[in-house]
């Protein structure tokens, strides 16, 4: 079962489209148009070893926030759509994730219920040329469409690069973790309901 989907999502002020693999290496290509964006996905794909293609065109000229938040729209739909119902998927993970002075701690669970707990207070307003209110943002709008329970929490830190990009790779953690397949109950759904 090969776990790749791809999408387009195009709406009077962004224009996306995402091509994804969850059983890939980690290899990606991103162009948004913000800078900082595409890094903190770069993470997102080489950590969680998942392949992403993404390319993203918005109004930009206004602020960053559609293209920001259609983005995690995007993907996270890619990604729902690329599970294939999460049969047979591990469904919750957790990831600590030291970066230099920092420390984030992110849990999830792929259930179909989306929901985001976000403990995260930076210092700046700014990380390049993004508004750090859109962090939040991203992550509201990726858990809301792939619909995963998402737990994000900075425990400590005091460089706001840092501290995102933590956020960033314990997602990635959390999610190859997560998403994958667990060998005692490949052909099941992880849950009493018998659907997620």
């Known amino acids: ?22 059983d890939g290496k980690g290899k990606y290509k991103v162009d948004t148009g913000i800078g900082f964006l595409d890094h903190m996905l770069e993470q997102l794909s080489k950590h969680s070893s998942m392949d992403m293609n993404i390319k993203a065109k918005g109004d930009t000229h206004i602020d960053l926030h559609h293209t920001t938040e259609d983005t995690g729209i995007a993907i996270g739909e890619c990604l729902k759509k ?30 179909n219920r989306p929901y985001l707990i976000w403990k995260v207070k930076l210092k700046v307003e700014k990380l390049g040329e993004m508004d750090t209110e859109l962090f939040k943002e991203w992550f509201q709008a990726f858990s809301q469409s792939a619909g995963i329970t998402l737990h994000v929490e900075n425990i400590y830190g005091d460089n706001s690069h840092h501290i995102i990009e933590s956020c960033f790779k314990g997602l990635a953690r959390s999610l190859r973790a997560a998403l994958e397949m667990d060998p005692r109950n490949k052909t099941t759904i992880p849950s009493t309901k018998g659907s997620l």
């Open 1 to 22: 079962m090969k776990r790749k989907a791809k999408i387009s999502r195009k709406t009077k002020e962004t224009n996306i489209n995402v091509e994804l693999n969850i």
């Open 82 to 111: 690329a599970s294939k119902k999460f049969v047979g998927i591990k469904r919750y993970a957790h990831a600590m994730i030291p970066m230099d002075e920092t420390l984030t701690r992110v849990a999830i669970d792929v259930s």
